[in-house]
């Protein structure tokens, strides 16, 4: 059975554990395997948390989370009104290859998305980011 869930909130560190909760509420009425949950979450959580510390430009942005929950698959859209940013393009290609002590912090969140993601695509449409998500719900 498909089921949707849309949550909008502001894009802010303390709202994003309200979303992340309200996921995983979701997940488990739709008994998403563990390991669907947590990459759910994780993408979640990484791309939102990129929108609240830079998408900001006169305003907090605002931030909607869409989740469809498909017997065979899951889809996760994320819209956010802050700054332009595509995360397919723009983001730099983290250093998987120094030694970890030499890597700069942080840099890696939008690569453990790509990785984790079936297929991911993004469209600034009307002043908004817009990323969707495709993750098959196998085990």
Sequence with gaps: MNETIVINR???EDELEGILDAVEDFGER???????????????????LNVAKHGRVDKIPDLEITVTS????????I???GRA???????PEPDLTSPIEDRPI???GIHFVREMMDE???RRVDGKNCLALTLRRVE
């Design 10 to 12: 502001l894009a802010t």
């Design 30 to 48: 739709q008994d998403w395997p563990l390991a669907v949950t947590f990459k759910v979450k994780l993408a979640i959580e990484e791309l939102g």
């Design 70 to 77: 498909q017997p065979e698959v899951l889809t996760i859209d």
């Design 79 to 81: 819209e956010d009104d």
């Design 85 to 91: 940013f595509d995360p397919l393009n723009d983001a």
């Design 106 to 108: 942080g840099g890696l």
């Design 120 to 122: 991911m695509t993004y």
